[in-house]
């Protein structure tokens, strides 16, 4: 039996795994001004979130969906725009470990996200210089766990699936890479990823 190739391209997810998000923020400030919201899930998809992380509605489209929640203009798009960046928190062990991977493997960024958040990220986390290379939702047009966004990162990023594992904190984004040929590794913390990574041979 043929052993598999070993790992060469190692591609991160970003939300859960580089970084945490806090929506509270956020929510509090739509519902002081008016919105009627059960939770984050529920804002989620009245603005129709996957429109913006496709690529299909720019930022400031999204502002003003997110407005339109609280049924007044009262809420300034600025202010959104503060409440709607200001959720992240940066998980430095795995930072560390992605950048200390760029030096012997071909590192890349995966991720579900829209124009917005990766400008903010680039600019206050230099997320974008990790590794080799990123492809964020928004620019493939496609998001997790369809196809079409490994497919477009195995022609752009020249990723042979068999060589190429994918770490992310969600089931489905995990298994749509493996339906593609890619190992995956669902991610539950550092000391748990850095151990999988280990068991794949990866230094």
Not at 81 to 99: G, T
Not at 112 to 131: K, Q, S, T, V
Request: hydrophobic share 45%; net charge neutral.
């Amino acid at each position: 039996m043929t052993a598999p190739p070993r790992i060469r391209n190692i591609v991160f997810d970003i939300g859960w795994v580089l970084v945490r998000l806090d929506y509270r923020p956020l929510l509090d400030f739509l519902r002081a001004h008016g919105a009627q919201l059960a939770d984050r899930d529920a804002v989620m998809s009245r603005i129709r979130l996957e429109d913006h992380e496709t690529g299909q509605l720019a930022g400031h489209g999204l502002l003003e969906r997110l407005r339109e929640l609280t049924g007044s203009r009262a809420a300034s798009l600025e202010e959104l725009r503060v409440k709607w960046l200001d959720m992240f928190e940066l998980e430095p062990a795995m930072v560390e470990l992605a950048h200390r991977l760029s030096e012997r493997y071909r590192v890349f960024l995966l991720s579900n996200i829209g124009d917005l958040h990766w400008a903010h990220l680039a600019r206050e986390y230099r997320l974008h210089a990790i590794g080799h290379g990123a492809l964020p939702s928004y620019v493939a047009g496609v998001m997790k766990p369809h196809a079409g966004i490994y497919a477009e990162a195995e022609r752009r990023f020249a990723l042979e699936p068999a060589a190429t594992v994918f770490v992310d904190d969600r089931r489905d984004n995990v298994a749509g890479a493996c339906s593609r040929g890619w190992r995956g590794i669902v991610h539950q913390g550092y000391r748990d990823t850095l151990g999988r990574l280990q068991d794949l041979g990866i230094a």
